[in-house]
C-alpha cells in the first residue's frame, strides 16, 4: 500500500524514536511500533481512510497513540483496506480478526472513534483473541449530533468539496487555539487537498456504514467477554450524548470514564489523564500486570 512513498511495506524507519516498521497484509497496512513483541493492537480512527495514509502520517499517528500507552509499550496500528462495495463493518473486523490471529495472538485492543466500532464487533466474535478491550473516544453507536456531523461529511465527499469536509474537523478540539490552527493548515493547503484525500468511494462506503450501524439493536454488545473501558470527553461531538455510556452499560464488567468538558480529541489535548486513566486501568484489570504511567499532562 506504501509502494509509491519512500518507505515500502517491511521497511523499518530509525530516524527518531523507537523502530517503526510498515507492513501489509490481506490488504490491511498495519504499523509496529516499537522493538519488542507488541503487547497492544490498535485499530485506528478516521483518519485511516479519510487521508491517504503515507509513513509520514502513520509516524505522526503511532506517536499520538504512543502517549496515551502505558511508557515503552510496543504496539500495532491497523489502518483500513480500499472498502469494495456492498463492504460491512463485520466483514471488516472479521478480516482484522484472522490478520491479529495470525500474526499477534491474543492481545489488548484498542479501538480510537471509528476503530473502537470495529474493535466492539471484533471482541464480539472473537472472545480468545482480546483478553482486554480499550475504546477511546468512541461507542458502539453515533450520539444525535455525530449522526449530523456524518452526514454532512458524506454529502460534501460526495460532491468531491474537500475542503468543506476537513472544515467539520476544525471544531472537534476544546481549545479554540488548536481548531483556529487546524483552519490555518487547511487553509495553506487547500489547493493540494485533493490529492492527499482517500479514496472517494471509500470513504463514503465506512462513514455510511457508521450511519448504518447507529441506532441498530445492541443485544450483541452482551456477547463481549473481555474487561472492557470506555474513555472519552464528556463533551464529544460524535460519541456523546449518552452513547458512550449505552455502550459500557451493554458490556459485563466494563468500566466507563468520562473526562469533565474534553470534546472528541481529548486523547491530543489531555494525552497525560489518558495515559494515567489507562495504565491505572490496566493495573487493577485482573491477571493485567502492573505499569507506571507516563507522567505529565497536556494543557
Known amino acids: 500500500m506504501f509502494s509509491k512513498y519512500p518507505l ?4 523499518e524507519s530509525q530516524a527518531t524514536g523507537p523502530v517503526i516498521q510498515f507492513c501489509e497484509a490481506r490488504g490491511i497496512p ?12 490498535v485499530i485506528n480512527g478516521g483518519q485511516g481512510f479519510v487521508r491517504q495514509q503515507t509513513p509520514r502520517r502513520q509516524r505522526r499517528d503511532c506517536r499520538r497513540i504512543a502517549r496515551i500507552l502505558p511508557a ?20 471488516l473486523a472479521e478480516r482484522m480478526a484472522e490478520l491479529v490471529a495470525r500474526r499477534f495472538g491474543p492481545i489488548i485492543l484498542v479501538g480510537i472513534s471509528f476503530g473502537g466500532i470495529l474493535a466492539l464487533r471484533l471482541a464480539s ?27 454532512q461529511q458524506v454529502s460534501h465527499v460526495l460532491a468531491q468539496d474537500y475542503v468543506a469536509l476537513m472544515e467539520s474537523f476544525t471544531t472537534v478540539f ?46 450483541w454488545l452482551n456477547s463481549i467477554e473481555a474487561q472492557t473501558l470506555v474513555i472519552g470527553g464528556e463533551d464529544d461531538q460524535f460519541f456523546g450524548e449518552g452513547a458512550m455510556k449505552r455502550t459500557a452499560d451493554r458490556i459485563a464488567g466494563s468500566t ?10 481529548m486523547m491530543v489535548e489531555c494525552s497525560g489523564i489518558v495515559a494515567r486513566a ?12 502492573s505499569i507506571k504511567a507516563k507522567d505529565g499532562v497536556e494543557p
Open 125 to 151: 466474535r472473537n472472545a480468545a483473541l482480546v483478553r482486554r478491550l480499550i475504546l477511546v473516544s468512541s461507542a458502539h453507536e453515533l450520539g444525535e449530533t455525530g449522526r449530523g456531523l456524518v452526514r
Open 72 to 91: 515503552d509499550t510496543s504496539f500495532v496500528l491497523l489502518g483500513y483496506p480500499d472498502a469494495v462495495p456492498g463492504a460491512t463493518l463485520e466483514i
Open 256 to 265: 466507563l470514564h468520562l473526562i469533565e468538558g474534553e470534546q472528541h480529541m
Open 278 to 289: 489507562i495504565a491505572n486501568w490496566l493495573a487493577d484489570a485482573q491477571g493485567a500486570p
Open 8 to 11: 515500502r511495506p517491511g521497511i
Open 30 to 41: 498495519y504499523t509496529h511500533f516499537g522493538e519488542k513483541p507488541p503487547e497492544v493492537v
Open 174 to 219: 476544546r481549545r479554540p487555539w488548536r481548531n483556529a490552527l487546524l483552519r490555518a493548515a487547511l487553509w495553506l493547503g487547500r489547493k493540494l487537498l485533493a490529492q492527499h484525500m482517500g479514496n472517494t468511494q471509500t470513504i463514503v462506503r465506512y462513514l455510511n456504514a457508521l450511519l448504518e450501524c447507529s441506532g441498530e439493536r445492541a443485544d
